[in-house]
């Protein structure tokens, strides 16, 4: 009689192997408005069995899809098959200017260790403390600190991963492999790629300039090309001062006019909040405040100071150089997310699709236009808050209307606008279930035709996370949990 793949899985993986309804539940979840229950979950203890893993998915037939702490935000980690836990897969090793650690390792770890040297890994999401490495590349994750350092594609110079074949390949090393990317990369339309600095859509092929970037393809590719099993990430020396500046502003338009000012003074990060998140915090802003901007820079400290002064078109409230002081009002910014969601009844959330977009900094008060005209015409309710230096906003809508269909208009909408002004439908999130159906509109059908050989050659069967990224259906307001 032929083997279920469950008893296939267990006869075969050395780790752990978990099929009651309780493990399914807790997996059929993640951070993001969507839940799908899986068939098995399993949890490798070392590489070979990622590799019979895939085999086994193979000889059923079944999806793949490779997990860490689920902290996405669109269902990138969910699917119908086996979900793969790397929560074993948590080595470290730091040298010089880098680290190599295993995908499993969350970043809080990965930081603490790091300190120790007086070194730090840059991107850095708000939920930092939680989410894992691997996590990180699969959405090519970053923070406010990206401004300055650019996102996780922009700091790791090698990744080792387990491809759709069984094939271990490591990038840039392996020379094959590498060209055939290049390759694939010369046939692109670099003119219908976007036109900003943090971009978590697609396949990042357009920053493959040589072989020895061909590492970078994993990035972002939410487990659709490859299981990671190690990382080499870059690291830099702690910086040994910092200030942020708390900037008040009466109107939007005029802090996000303000951003392409002040970005050209180099700070660390500027980052924006309403008036969700001010009203949160435990200072006396002047009542006609709108919104704050967050100006941190972390080199030339006195001069940055003297520069901004001269910039400004806000007023700056607070000036903070202590570590302690700098970090409390960081977890203020860091918080938006949970202001944002402790505000609205949850009745009245709607799922959050559109939350992510960015577009080229000149182009930033054009996004508070388009969300004034989707509030007028869908009669919804927006808060904002995110990265403004990367023109990178996160949004949440409110609506009294509990209409399914309304959620997937106003997301065609906005990406319609979003793709004119040259931005991204996904600054850092990724695509998941919510925008990979967006892809072909964002890129163009030559370039969704090279996404596609990508996806081929890597994963010829489709097993790994099928669904994301190469998107056959809608899944935007598919499998939305409680809605
Ligand atoms: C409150 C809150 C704030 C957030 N703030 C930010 C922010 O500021 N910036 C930001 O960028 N993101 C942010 N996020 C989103 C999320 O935390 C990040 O994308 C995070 O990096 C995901 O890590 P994870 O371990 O939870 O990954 P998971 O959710 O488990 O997986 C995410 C994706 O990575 C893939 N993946 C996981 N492990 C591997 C592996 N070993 N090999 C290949 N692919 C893999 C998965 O298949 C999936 O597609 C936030 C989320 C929350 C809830």
Request: charged fraction near 30%; hydrophobic fraction near 35%; proline fraction near 3%.
């Amino acid at each position: 009689m032929k083997k279920s793949i469950i008893k296939s899985l267990e006869s075969s993986i050395m780790g752990d192997v978990f099929s009651q309804k309780e493990f399914k539940n807790f997996y059929s979840v993640d951070s993001s408005s969507y839940q799908i229950i899986p068939k098995v979950i399993v949890v490798p203890k070392n590489e070979k069995d990622v590799i019979n893993a895939i085999k086994i998915a193979k000889k059923f037939k079944s999806s793949i899809t490779v997990r860490r702490t689920g902290t996405g935000l669109v269902g990138s980690a969910l699917n119908t098959g086996i979900i793969l836990d790397m929560k074993n897969f948590n080595s470290l090793k730091i040298t010089k200017n880098n680290v190599t650690v295993g995908p499993g390792i969350i970043k809080g770890q990965l930081d603490k260790k790091l300190e120790e040297h007086k070194k730090f890994f840059p991107p850095n999401p708000s939920i930092g403390a939680f989410c894992s490495v691997g996590g990180m590349i699969g959405n090519n994750s970053s923070g406010s600190r990206s401004l300055k350092y650019g996102s996780v594609i922009d700091n790791v110079t090698e990744i080792t991963f387990i491809d759709g074949n069984g094939n271990k390949i490591s990038l840039p090393k392996n020379k094959k492999v590498s060209k055939k990317i290049l390759e694939l990369s010369k046939n692109i339309h670099v003119e219908k790629f976007p036109n900003v600095t943090k971009n978590s859509s697609g396949y990042r092929i357009d920053k493959i300039k040589s072989i020895r970037d061909s590492h970078k393809l994993i990035i972002g590719s939410e487990g659709t090309l490859g299981i990671v099993l190690s990382i080499k990430l870059k690291t830099k020396d702690s910086p040994k001062k910092k200030i942020l500046c708390i900037v008040e502003y009466k109107s939007i338009t005029d802090a996000s006019m303000n951003c392409i000012k002040i970005n050209k003074t180099k700070p660390s990060a500027i980052e924006f909040v309403d008036k969700t998140t001010l009203n949160q915090i435990n200072f006396k802003f002047s009542p006609k405040t709108q919104c704050l901007l967050f100006v941190e820079y972390d080199k030339n400290i006195n001069l940055s100071e003297k520069k901004l002064k001269t910039t400004v078109t806000g007023k700056i409230v607070k000036k903070l150089k202590s570590d302690s002081e700098i970090n409390r009002w960081w977890r203020y910014r860091d918080s938006s997310l949970y202001y944002s969601l402790k505000s609205i009844k949850k009745e009245k959330r709607i799922p959050h699709v559109i939350e992510d977009a960015a577009v080229p900094l000149e182009s930033l008060s054009e996004i508070f236009k388009i969300l004034k005209n989707i509030n007028k015409k869908f009669k919804t309710k927006t808060i904002v808050y995110g990265h403004a230096g990367n023109g990178n906003v996160h949004v949440r809508l409110i609506s009294d209307r509990r209409e399914i269909a309304m959620v997937k208009k106003i997301a065609i909408e906005y990406f319609d606008e979003i793709i004119k002004l040259g931005g991204t439908i996904t600054a850092e999130h990724g695509d998941g279930l919510a925008r990979s159906e967006f892809i072909k509109k964002q890129y163009g059908k030559e370039n969704y035709k090279i996404f596609k050989e990508i996806k081929h050659y890597f994963d010829p069967e489709n097993v790994l996370n099928p669904g994301k990224i190469i998107s056959m259906k809608s899944t935007i307001i598919k499998n939305l949990e409680n809605f």
